[in-house]
């Protein structure tokens, strides 16, 4: 029987970096643990693939990433020109949709744990990196939601946007352990719920 190929490797690396960092958290997994749980035999496996463990890390949250993205620009191509106010709820739940609605699946949950701690970590700009991923829907959720907030300095509105998507990751895992213990809203409440309190924090004029 043949052995894996590289890119079977290279998958088991991706997936084992994931699962461990988000059951574990980011300080506690080293290279060796993704290896030998990925069952690569080369212990230099992860250099060999990824260059270093952040580029392997950068890998795992770009992946899925992408995915998510997808299907975010398709929805918030069909928000309706409504009231402002509802609008601003419209757009961000749009944005936060997809992410939250993979918090029903165990490897969606998986991601928004590795998230949660891919974003903390001081190793990495979450901003910049989501920026390289391709998260061209954001450049035009920004544009959007400052027509929404015609009283609100872009600057502010700009800084405030940088804490809904760190707000946005704590909702997802607190939606994400309320599925774990098998009493959850369902996902279009709790989107509703998420966004709607962004939306207040966004629209706030204090």
């Known amino acids: 029987m043949d052995g894996p190929t590289r890119q079977d490797t290279k998958t ?6 994931e ?8 300080g506690s997994v080293s290279v060796k ?5 990925a069952g690569a035999r080369n212990p230099s496996a992860v250099h060999y693939h ?3 463990i952040e580029s392997l890390i ?6 899925r990433f992408r995915e998510i993205e997808e299907e975010r620009v398709r929805r918030l191509e069909q928000v309706k020109q409504t009231d402002p106010g509802d609008r601003l709820i419209d757009l961000w739940a749009a944005a936060i949709g997809p992410f939250m609605e993979a918090c029903l699946e165990e490897n969606g949950r998986m991601y928004v ?3 949660l701690q ?3 970590d001081p190793r990495f700009d979450f901003s910049q990196l989501t920026a390289e991923a391709g998260a ?3 450049i035009g959720l920004r544009e959007q939601m400052t027509a929404c907030l015609p009283d609100i300095a872009p600057e502010k509105i700009n800084a405030r946007l940088r804490h809904c998507f760190m707000i946005s990751l704590v909702q997802a895992a607190d939606y994400a352990a309320q599925v774990e213990t098998g009493d959850f809203p369902p996902a279009e409440l709790a989107i509703k719920d998420a966004a709607s309190c962004i939306a207040a924090y966004l629209g706030a004029n204090a």
């Open 113 to 115: 744990s590795f998230c």
């Open 33 to 37: 643990m993704i290896t030998t749980d």
């Open 50 to 52: 990824f260059g270093s």
């Open 136 to 138: 061209k829907s954001f």
């Open 19 to 26: 699962r461990l960092i988000a059951e574990k958290g980011l």
């Open 118 to 120: 891919f974003a903390a």
């Open 58 to 63: 950068k890998e795992v949250f770009a992946k």
């Open 12 to 17: 088991e690396l991706l997936r084992s970096a």
